[in-house]
C-alpha cells in the first residue's frame, strides 16, 4: 500500500484559499487518492477522490500532477467550519486491501 | 440511501469486564465492514476489516476480537478490557462491489473509556 505524507498542521484565515498537499510517491497504477475531513468526536467524512488531473465538487478541488506521486487539496475560501483534520489515503480494490489512514493534517481557521 | 448505525455513544466500563459494540448498515448488501481505533489527537488505527460473513481479517494483535454474524451486522468485542483499550472507536462500511477507490462511510462513534 502507498505510503502518504501530509504536513502535521496548517493555519490559515476565513476567506482564504487553503491547499493541503499530500506526497504518495510510491503509488500503484491503479491507486486512487482520497481525501477525508474529520471533526472533533466524529468519524471522517468523504470529501473527494480523484486519479488523475483535476477533480471538483461542490465541497473541494483535487489536483494531481501527471506522474501521480502528489496531490493537492484545494478547499477555496475557508470558513472557521472548516476547522478538521484533514487525510489523503492512496489505494485501490475493495475491503480486500483496506486501506491505512495516517495521522492527518490539522487545518486550524482563524477568524 | 444507505445509513450507518453504531452504538452506544459513549460507555465507561471497569478494567477487566467485557466489551460488545455494535454496528449494522442499512440500505446496501454485503458491504465490506471496518472497525477503527482512534486515540485523543491522533490518527485511525484499522483493527478490524471484513468482506463478507465470517471473513474477518484483524490488522494488529490485541485482546479485541471482531464477528459479522449477519450480513450488515459487526461487532468488536473482548472478554477483559484493559486501560490502553480506552478511545474513541468507528465502525465504517464501504460497497463491496466498488473497485475504484473503496470509499468508506463512517458511523458516529463510540466513546470508550476504561477505568
Known amino acids: 500500500l502507498a505510503k502518504t505524507t501530509q504536513p502535521i498542521s496548517m493555519d490559515s484565515y476565513e476567506g482564504q484559499e487553503v491547499n493541503i498537499t499530500c506526497s504518495h510517491n510510491?503509488?500503484?497504477?491503479?491507486?486512487?487518492i482520497t481525501w477525508y475531513q474529520q471533526f472533533p468526536s466524529q468519524g471522517p467524512r468523504f470529501i473527494i477522490q480523484?486519479?488523475?488531473t483535476k477533480v471538483t465538487n461542490e465541497v473541494a478541488s483535487l489536483f494531481i500532477p501527471a506522474d501521480r506521486k502528489s496531490s493537492t487539496l484545494s478547499l477555496p475560501r475557508v470558513s472557521l467550519s472548516d476547522t478538521a483534520v484533514y487525510y489523503c489515503?492512496?489505494?485501490?480494490?475493495?475491503?480486500?486491501?483496506?486501506?491505512?489512514f495516517g495521522s492527518g493534517t490539522r487545518l486550524q481557521v482563524q477568524p | 440511501s444507505q445509513t450507518i448505525h453504531q452504538w452506544p455513544a459513549t460507555l465507561v466500563q471497569p478494567v477487566g469486564s467485557p466489551l460488545s459494540l455494535e454496528c449494522t448498515v442499512e440500505?446496501?448488501?454485503?458491504?465490506?465492514l471496518y472497525w477503527y481505533r482512534q486515540a485523543a489527537g491522533r490518527g485511525l488505527q484499522l483493527l478490524f476489516y471484513?468482506?463478507?460473513?465470517?471473513?474477518i481479517s484483524s490488522e494488529v494483535p490485541q485482546n479485541l476480537s471482531a464477528s459479522r454474524p449477519q450480513d450488515r451486522q459487526f461487532i468488536l468485542s473482548s472478554k477483559k478490557l484493559l486501560l490502553s483499550d480506552s478511545g474513541f472507536y468507528l465502525c465504517?462500511?464501504?460497497?463491496?462491489?466498488?473497485?475504484?477507490?473503496?470509499?468508506?462511510?463512517f458511523g458516529a462513534g463510540t466513546r470508550l473509556s476504561v477505568l
Open positions: 465504517a462500511w464501504s460497497r463491496g462491489s466498488e473497485l475504484a477507490g473503496n470509499i468508506q462511510y
Open positions: 510510491n503509488i500503484a497504477t491503479n491507486d486512487y
Open positions: 480523484g486519479y488523475k
Open positions: 489515503l492512496v489505494g485501490a480494490g475493495t475491503g480486500r486491501r483496506a486501506l491505512t
Open positions: 440500505g446496501t448488501s454485503n458491504p465490506n
Open positions: 471484513s468482506i463478507g460473513i465470517d471473513q
